[in-house]
């Protein structure tokens, strides 16, 4: 029932349509007058000044202030990312293991780490990190090892899922032609896994870099920080045009890897009556993804 | 343990804070968010655009970013002001932005769910002659929210421990902050972090039960 089906409503008749004329009229009006509130209260507080916006023309505001913080972002969204993936690989992995005293421990950790609120975490390691490995900035490795454990918890139940989704013949044939277990995971359950959820980590890698702006809150030079404190520092007044431009850069980024995540759902969507996928895989991954 | 003892009503009073902030913010994300899938999937083209442009906009800002501007944009330059006194203005302000923040992710729980009522149920809801919101309100919403109670349990915990976000609004009452005070006057305390951690899982663990059973108990038979 996506909008393109709209079988909540028939075709209008004379007197909906009417109806519906007098909605879009009212929602249109309501819309525009926000919009004009917005423009007002800008304008009497001098928000739209040639000032406050003339210094994103200059190529010192890009090189010296939005291109480092954007690099400093995503150098820490590729460090975790990269990190998380290893880390849900192996708990996930971990978790699926025969061994209970392999199983167990590891199930405690996902379970933990995913129920910390990732900012205790990050303030945790954060305070902690100098006391244990002496003096130095420890930012950016506070905000790295928290998004690793946090989003590597969230991804190990991802291809944990994953893999108990692949059909039960699968594992059952690998064994038949002579796989071990670990040949029967590696050859042939954990890249069917990897590939039934794909979205599914796809869009945990966007809740990933949207979680590096908290880097903003204990002192990581981001994107975040650039437009908050640095820019209006240099550009006095700048802070509320500064935060809409860095704003507008965060949803574009987000927006890129997220229409990724929904092309690859589609696509697998369009394969998925040759793979393997079971109706429980698609239930865990809607389940998964708004954390 | 010292320093537990010593700040242990500071820390309890900062968490209540988080509590009463979830609470407040899982009703308003929950009708805020019903009232935006209903405009995503009505029959006026306007409401979908404006629900949908809504949804993708805030659902990919991060939520630093969503308070910080809510104190910053909202309160600063629009003049909005809840109360005079500023915590509790940035405390409005905070269940202001993680309510719409929230709402974005129950409105795509939501549609997900509608998604799972087959269309036989909404082609008899119109050939029985109800309309748009009658069929909406009557036929499909309590079937695609039966269908997704897990998924609205895991939105809820997920926005009860990014309530510990609400510094970015400069609202400096709740436990993280008072943490992070603590450990700037005594330096860092395993048991402070530990006793914070344990009181934010007894909260979210009790969440995800009763979503579990609730789910299992409410699902639909088809």
Redesign the interface.
Same mark, same amino acid.
């Given at each position: 029932?996506? *909008?393109q089906s *709209? %079988?909540?409503?028939?075709a209008?008749g004379p007197r909906?349509q009417l109806r519906?004329n007098a909605?879009?009229l009212l929602?249109?009006i309501a819309?525009l007058s926000v919009a004009w509130?917005?423009y007002a209260?800008?304008d009497e507080?001098g928000?739209w000044s040639g000032q406050l916006w003339r210094h994103f023309l200059s190529a010192r505001t890009w090189t010296e202030f939005i291109g480092p913080g954007l690099a400093a972002t995503l150098k820490a969204a590729a460090l975790g990312a990269v990190f998380a993936l290893l880390f849900g690989a192996a708990f996930g992995l971990a978790r699926l293991s025969d061994h209970t005293w392999i199983q167990r421990p590891a199930a405690a950790v996902v379970e933990?780490f995913r129920?910390? *609120?990732?900012?205790?975490l990050i303030?945790?390691i954060a305070?902690?990190s100098p006391?244990l490995f002496g003096s130095g900035d420890y930012t950016r490795f506070a905000l790295v090892t928290g998004l690793t454990v946090y989003n590597g918890s969230v991804l190990a139940d991802v291809l944990r899922a994953g893999v108990l989704a692949v059909a039960k013949g699968q594992s059952e044939a690998a064994y038949a032609i002579g796989l071990r277990k670990g040949g029967v995971m590696w050859l042939v359950l954990f890249p069917q896994a990897v590939t039934v959820m794909m979205p599914a980590i796809v869009s945990q890698l966007?809740v990933l870099v949207?979680?590096?702006?908290?880097g903003?809150?204990i002192g990581h030079q981001d994107l975040?920080s650039y437009g908050?404190q640095i820019l209006p520092a240099n550009y006095f007044g700048t802070? %509320?045009s500064s935060?809409?431009v860095?704003?507008l850069i965060?949803?574009g980024l987000?927006?890129t890897l997220?229409a990724l995540a929904n092309r690859l759902e589609q696509r697998h969507r369009r394969t998925a009556v040759r793979t393997v996928a079971s109706p429980g895989a698609s239930a865990t991954v809607?389940?998964?993804?708004?954390? | 343990m010292d320093d537990l003892i010593r700040y242990a009503p500071a820390l309890a009073a900062g968490f209540l804070k988080n509590v009463q902030l979830a609470a407040i913010c899982a009703v308003f994300s929950l009708i805020l968010g019903t009232a935006l899938v209903t405009m995503r999937v009505a029959p006026t083209p306007v409401l979908r655009v404006v629900s949908g442009v809504f949804v993708n906009v805030i659902r990919n800002t991060p939520l630093t970013l969503v308070l910080a501007f809510s104190a910053v944009g909202l309160s600063d330059t629009l003049g909005l002001t809840f109360s005079s006194v500023p915590r509790t203005n940035s405390f409005w302000l905070v269940v202001l932005g993680l309510s719409a923040y929230t709402s974005a992710f129950v409105c795509e729980a939501l549609r997900s769910g509608i998604n799972t009522v087959p269309l036989g149920q909404a082609e008899a809801a119109r050939s029985i002659g109800l309309t748009f919101s009658q069929s909406l309100s009557l036929i499909v919403l309590p079937q695609a929210f039966r269908s997704v109670v897990a998924p609205l349990g895991s939105v809820m915990i997920a926005m009860t421990k990014n309530t510990t976000v609400a510094i970015a609004a400069g609202y400096l009452a709740e436990s993280a902050f008072v943490m992070k005070d603590t450990f700037d006057t005594t330096g860092v305390s395993i048991p402070i972090f530990l006793s914070l951690v344990a009181a934010f899982m007894a909260v979210t663990l009790p969440i995800g039960f009763c979503a579990g059973w609730l789910a299992r108990r409410l699902a639909v038979a088809r």
């Open positions: 029932m996506s *909008p *709209p %079988v909540l409503f028939d209008l909906g519906n909605l879009t929602a249109t819309m509130f917005v209260k800008f507080k928000q933990i129920a910390i *609120p990732l900012l205790l303030f945790f305070y902690s006391a966007v949207k979680d590096t702006a908290l903003y809150i975040l908050f802070r %509320v935060a809409i860095v704003g965060y949803v987000n927006m997220s809607v389940s998964l993804r708004y954390t | -």
